[in-house]
Nanobody, 122 residues
Framework: QVQLVESGGGSVQAGGPLRLSCVAS????????MGWFRQAPGKEREWVPG????????YYAGSVKGRFTISRDNARKLLYLQMNSLKPEDTAMYYC???????????????WGQGTQVTVSS
């Protein structure tokens, strides 16, 4: 079992930055693919970014490409999401996620955090 805990969410004005963090614990002796999902009320869950263990495979949703940056610190078991130039449409609950393989993240994940709310005002 893997436990994931997000932090860093909050309220920010459009155009501003925000950095989300996720710390992993439990069974972490695996080369987990990590990523972030977001979901706004009434909307489908969206895979936002993903990153392989060594960072060789990175995915960004088209809506955030060029604005968001995913990174990880494996020694500290941390996953980050740097969000810049935030827009009101970025408002959502953001979830840290771990998957056994990157393909899983096209539809979901094996483990999920509880989420951290990001609210972008205009």
């Amino acid at each position: 079992q893997v436990q994931l805990v997000e932090s860093g969410g909050g309220s920010v004005q459009a155009g501003g930055p925000l950095r989300l963090s996720c710390v992993a614990s439990g069974y972490t002796d695996r080369y987990w693919y990590m990523g972030w999902f977001r979901q706004a009320p009434g909307k489908e869950r969206e895979w936002v970014p993903g990153i392989s263990y060594r960072g060789g495979l990175i995915y960004y949703a088209g809506s955030v490409k060029g604005r968001f940056t995913i990174s990880r610190d494996n020694a500290r078991k941390l996953l980050y999401l740097q969000m810049n130039s935030l827009k009101p449409e970025d408002t959502a609950m953001y979830y840290c996620a771990a998957a056994r393989e990157i393909g899983t993240m096209r539809v979901g994940a094996n483990y999920w955090g509880q989420g951290t709310q990001v609210t972008v005002s205009s």
